[in-house]
């Protein structure tokens, strides 16, 4: 059973409704049809009569549940109750206070969505008043209800109530597209809460992405540059003490960075949770601070150096970090993956609209060597974050082995001004 069922089931109320119109009104139809029984006493037109009556108010309960069933027999019973009312017949039972009901009957087939119901409702109630406007005219008793068969008279009687079917049907109506526009509302309201949530179900989303990109990008760099640098010192106590030392105090120092990074990242992430308008929603490393990135990734047997071509511009705080982390990912990439000795070059090619960051090293991939993972890991999550960062900013990323498979190469090209960089320049 479907919810539209359950709804329309009869319940209380709708028994109560039926109980009360029934009180209301039946006593004064039993009274009246009596009453044009006569002192013979026509007990099985009476009888019929009234039993016709009771089961039209029954029904009244069971209206909502099946509209078009209860019209159909409402429809049925009173024109029982005109053919217990074509002349010969002791009375006129169609027009007693019972009648009424079926308006009732009328009103539910327009307020339910069944369309034929209502469509049945409004042809079936009038058709019942001109029936019964057709019976008055065969009638000659038309005095008993106070009215002379005249043809204004009759004019007027079909007016009324064809007129009450029309109300009974357009209130219907109304309160079927009242119901409708109140579903549609909020229907609307439960739309527009699921977006809302599906927007926060994002942002959460792309903040956890945003944290883990941060931190993969803040740890990864600093602890392969320690890892490089406490196995240079290894090898070179006992043989260069002076370099060993060197490459120790290097260690202290991209530690010392590292936690100073980790700070600055931990103090924005608490601003923003809290809501902070003020909170840093990027950290600070921009293009100013590459040279000493450059200089950290060099080791023994490890040699970097950066380039600038073209006159450096002012750029978007997001497109300075979007720069460093490029380098830092490749030059970490480099650490990681390629055995020394290596060599990195990091270009900084300024053009009128975009800055284009090359990272070129001649490392020999490890991964395709000794069976490891090769350093384009696909579903890694340092190529995907670097191509996040830049493409969020309207640039283009390209990373693969170079032309002369003697290394790798990694382009971003990002935008200087607002306008989009969409093109990546190939492999040089």
Known sequence: ???????????????????????????????????????????????????????????????????????????????????????????????????LVYLVFVYAAAASDDRIAGIAGLALGLAGAGIITGLMVLSDRSSDIGMVATPGALLALAGSLAAGVGVAWALGRYRRETLRKRAAQELALAQAAELRLQGELRAVAEERRRIARELHDVIAHSLAVMVAQAEASRLLVGRDDERARGAVEHVVTTGRAAMADMRGLLGALAESSRGDDRAVREPSPGLEALPQLVERAQAPGRTAESVVVGVPAEVRPGVGLA????????????????????????????????????????GRDVGHDAGRVPRDPGPGRGLRGMRDRVEQLGGAFEAGPREDAAGWRVVARLPVGNGPATEVPGDR
């Open 323 to 362: 720069a460093y982390r490029v380098v830092q990912e490749s030059l970490t990439n480099t650490i990681r993956h390629a055995p020394p000795p290596t060599y990195s070059r990091v270009t900084l090619d300024w053009g009128p609209a975009a800055l284009t960051v090359t990272v070129d090293d001649d």
């Open 1 to 99: 059973m479907d919810a539209a069922t359950v709804r329309r089931a009869p319940g209380l109320a709708d028994w109560v409704w039926a109980a009360v119109g029934a009180a209301a009104l039946l006593p004064i139809t039993v009274a009246e049809v009596l009453r044009e029984a006569g002192p013979a006493g026509a007990v099985v037109w009476a009888g019929v009569a009234i039993a016709l009556f009771a089961l039209l108010h029954l029904f009244v309960a069971l209206r909502r549940r099946w509209p078009r069933a209860t019209i159909a027999v409402a429809s049925a019973l009173m024109l029982g109750l005109a053919a217990l009312s074509l002349p010969g017949m002791p009375g006129l039972a169609v027009l007693q206070a019972s009648s």
